[in-house]
């Protein structure tokens, strides 16, 4: 884009595309459990569907963090990310505020949140001035977590000691290829003989990241 004047012919813009793949990939797990014991208790079903449900929400979550992208394992954001910024003698404060700016610098994008170890996010919330105020409010406060305008994201799947801000809406996409399945079977070796059931919970689906140099890890906290 650029400026013109009147009468003149705006300027022509090109965009160039280069194709990309990324293969879904799997998480799921089963439990086995006899048919008297589903017949006997009247919430086990729904209470078994419940916690493969729940396993698989919680194995994803760290996948999205931590997974490196080899098989079986799908893309998260620490393998995605192309820059850090180093802590040194910096305050922890300064710290995420440097990486928010190398988001923006370098990344031409306005981060949206900070994801922090819950005990990093601990030592940031009991932060006091040398006279001992708290600088996130007193603990009689509810204290936002935000750190500079971005709400924190707390999550015992984090690296401790690392942070990562970014632009997660704008520049990053989970796709569902499937969405979570729940299905009960008895066709699993002997299990038909045996009275027994396999309850299953599965989905496939794989991170995208649009621009890598939207985030950046903030190291040594």
């Known amino acids: ?46 209470y078994l569907r419940g916690r493969l449900g729940f396993m698989v929400r919680q194995r994803l979550a760290s996948q999205l963090l931590n997974g490196d992208n080899i098989a079986p394992n799908i893309q998260g954001y620490y393998n995605a990310v192309s820059q850090t910024q180093a802590k040194g003698t910096d305050p922890v404060f300064d710290a995420i505020y440097k990486g928010i700016v190398k988001v923006r610098n370098t990344g031409f994008a306005e981060p949206d949140a900070v994801v922090l170890h819950p005990n990093d996010f601990q030592d940031i919330r009991l932060t006091r001035t040398a006279d001992g105020v708290y600088i996130m409010g007193a603990p009689t406060d509810p204290g936002a977590e ?16 690392t942070g990562l801000v970014g632009a ?10 499937q969405g979570m399945e729940l299905a009960a079977s008895n066709q699993n070796q002997d299990y038909f003989e045996k009275l ?6 599965y989905m496939r689906g794989q991170l995208v990241v649009y621009r890598a140099s939207a985030f950046c890890e903030v190291t040594g906290l």
């Open 196 to 201: 027994k059931v396999a309850i299953r919970a």
């Open 146 to 161: 935000t750190l500079f305008g971005l709400p924190v994201y707390q999550s015992t799947h984090a690296v401790e000691n």
């Open 168 to 177: 997660f809406r704008a520049h990053s996409q989970f796709f569902v290829r």
């Open 1 to 46: 884009a650029a400026e013109r004047s009147e009468g003149a012919v705006l300027g022509e813009a090109a965009l160039a595309f280069t194709e990309r793949t990324a293969t879904a990939r799997a998480i799921g797990s089963f439990i086995p459990v006899t048919e008297e014991a589903l017949a006997d208790v009247d919430f086990l079903d729904s």
